[in-house]
């Protein structure tokens, strides 16, 4: 039984666009996983699937073995919280505080938890200092904090996260991938993202699935799908710079080991150089 999975998924919106078509995905507990794809692949389309936001046209959605029924849906929220794109689609309340203290309220937890688990999310996210301000009057990067917060503070087994570093600043986005990269080994939680940051990927996930035309055109490991340079220019994406770089070297000759995040590119370089010293 898969954590999360769907099953020959397909989803026409009115007007017969056809936005997801046969999609087979499957998430298991503590994983990473990466959905990368070009403007409209289907990538929030598939998100909005995972917990019963949208209706399969045909095929199935299954969470912990289970199809998401009318009686089960919020329950199946409570297990996988998605952040949206936009933060203003999720912020609502007159303060980040209460903000984030509307989902766990709405869970019916009692006040001491609910209090508990505002001040953990604001401290994970770092952003204690911003509780009392007005979410509308927050900063793009600032109020995708909070809206992560939010969803964080229902303590979800599964974490959506649709274009999280969209908008964020350079620090903004290491903090978001350390972040990200703590909730597996932590919490146990699984992590699925999507993003166009491609640089990005190995950094943050484990597992990746490539969408093009609302279709999974390829998956696979970060090696595997970064070692197919013609599936991601078919789908008007690129090989990230490191393992590209990387590999250029490599077809003129220079022994280095292949990399894909920055610390294992540092030491390919450094062990490369040392060879030859
Ligand atoms: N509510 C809707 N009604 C009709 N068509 C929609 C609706 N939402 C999305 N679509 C269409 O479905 C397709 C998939 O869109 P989706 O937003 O899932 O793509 P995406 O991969 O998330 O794109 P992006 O990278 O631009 O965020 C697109 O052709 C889009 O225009």
Request: hydrophobic share 40%; net charge negative.
């Amino acid at each position: 039984m898969h954590l999360l999975e769907t099953r020959d998924l397909t989803h026409i919106y009115r007007g017969d666009v056809h936005a997801l078509e046969g999609v087979n995905f499957t998430a298991e507990r503590k994983s990473r996983i990466a959905v990368i794809g070009p403007n409209g692949a289907g990538k929030s389309t598939l998100f909005k699937h995972f917990n019963g936001i949208l209706k399969p046209t045909s095929g199935e959605v299954l969470v912990r073995g289970e199809p998401i029924t009318k009686e089960n849906v919020r329950e199946v929220r409570k297990f996988v919280g998605i952040v949206f794109q936009n933060p203003d689609d999720q912020i609502f309340s007159p303060t980040v505080e209460q903000d984030i203290a509307f989902g766990p309220i709405n869970l019916g937890l009692d006040e001491a938890t609910v209090a508990h688990r505002v001040e953990e999310a604001l401290h994970l996210l770092g952003i204690e200092e911003l509780r009392e301000r007005v979410p509308h009057h927050l900063s793009g990067g600032e109020k995708k904090r909070v809206a992560i917060a939010g969803i964080l503070a229902m303590e979800p087994q599964v974490l959506v996260l649709d274009e999280p570093t969209a908008g964020l600043d350079p620090q903004g986005v290491a903090d978001l991938v350390a972040f990200v990269n703590r909730l597996p080994e932590e919490y146990g939680m699984t992590v699925v993202f999507s993003t166009h940051h491609l640089d990005l990927v190995a950094e943050m996930a484990d597992y990746i699935y490539v969408m093009d035309k609302g279709r999974v055109v390829g998956s696979g490991t970060v090696e595997e799908v970064f070692t197919r340079p013609e599936l991601l220019t078919q789908t008007r994406l690129d090989v990230p710079p490191i393992p590209k770089l990387i590999r250029s070297l490599r077809e003129n000759g220079v022994a280095i080991d292949m990399a894909y995040t920055y610390e294992d590119a540092k030491k390919s370089f450094l062990d490369a150089y040392a060879r030859r010293a």
